[in-house]
């Protein structure tokens, strides 16, 4: 006997990289917030500001170093239209996605910098 299947949704990529990006953001300041309850200030300043110089630096690699290297570096024929494997892939980009993890996560940390240093 077969059960029925449930139909399948699909989620937004970008959603879906934003909503990682805010549990990872909360997971940042509950474990801040642990460590400052307990005690150790300097361990909940350091971990809140190392996680926010993390997320950062990712995020700004991500958006520099982005890009297919032949879209970047192909020359475009004039007056004639473009061959199929020149069209631009995925709508979301890397740096696009990265954005949506490191947005959140940065607000959790910068916000556990400012209320456990």
């Known amino acids: 006997m077969?059960?029925?299947?449930?139909?399948?949704?699909?989620?937004p990529t970008t959603f879906l990289a934003a909503?990682?990006?805010?549990?990872?953001?909360?997971?940042?300041?509950?474990?801040?917030a642990?460590?400052?309850?307990?005690?150790?200030?300097?361990?909940?300043a350091l971990l809140a500001e190392a996680a926010?110089?993390?997320?950062l630096a990712c995020v700004a690699a991500f958006a520099l170093?982005?890009?297919?290297?032949?879209?970047?570096g192909a020359r475009v024929p004039i007056n004639r239209a473009l061959p199929p494997a020149w069209w631009p892939g995925e709508p979301d980009s890397v740096s696009?996605?990265?954005?949506?993890?490191g947005a959140p996560?940065?607000?959790?940390?910068?916000?556990a910098v400012l209320l456990f240093r």
């Open 2 to 11: 077969r059960l029925p299947s449930l139909p399948r949704t699909s989620l």
């Open 19 to 32: 909503s990682c990006g805010a549990g990872l953001g909360i997971v940042t300041f509950v474990l801040c």
């Open 34 to 44: 642990l460590l400052h309850a307990a005690g150790a200030t300097a361990a909940a």
């Open 52 to 55: 926010l110089l993390i997320a």
């Open 65 to 72: 170093f982005d890009g297919n290297t032949r879209l970047r």
């Open 96 to 101: 696009l996605l990265a954005a949506c993890v």
């Open 105 to 111: 996560l940065v607000i959790g940390a910068g916000a």
